[in-house]
């Protein structure tokens, strides 16, 4: 399902000013309500900022499984490596294009919603293009911290060299 609140025309600016305040209130009311229905781990995924994280590794691990591993932060708060390990999990692609270029991928935002049967859905949207989503039952997170010197190595192993010729 496509991101609701935090969609990509609220990235790109083409919403007016009253449209945006009022997807912004629509998305805080949200995030309230979907608050005192977490459980299984899946309220650690509440207090995560991915905005301007980049993602070294998402995939479906197993049939119900799915595994990203990304690296967060800024200069301001500090630098981390999150590992997120969904359980009772499917991924989906909503919208093409993060696994078919060489670059990486900046997660701009997240949404984190309660759906069907107990579960949740958590869905990440992606720059230059790209959205996900993971339905899933219960949830492991990891966090380490790392160095800005790391994300400067992410993005260098990402982008292929070009060849002095």
Sequence with gaps: MPMQWLTREVFAGSLSVREEEERDQQWRDARQLVRSQLHSGAEQLFE?????????????????????RALIGDNEFGYEWLHVC???????IIEPGFAETAGPFELLRDELTAADYGSFLHSMITEPCGEFDIVFTSVHV????TSPDERRALFARAVPLKSPN
Excluded: F, M
Aim: aromatic letters at 4%; zero cysteines; charged letters at 25%.
């Design 48 to 68: 995560i900022n991915v905005h301007d994280g980049v993602i070294e590794r998402l995939h479906q691990v197993d049939t119900d499984a799915v595994e990203l």
């Design 86 to 92: 969904y359980r009772g999990a499917t991924l989906t």
């Design 142 to 145: 990891t966090r380490s911290p």
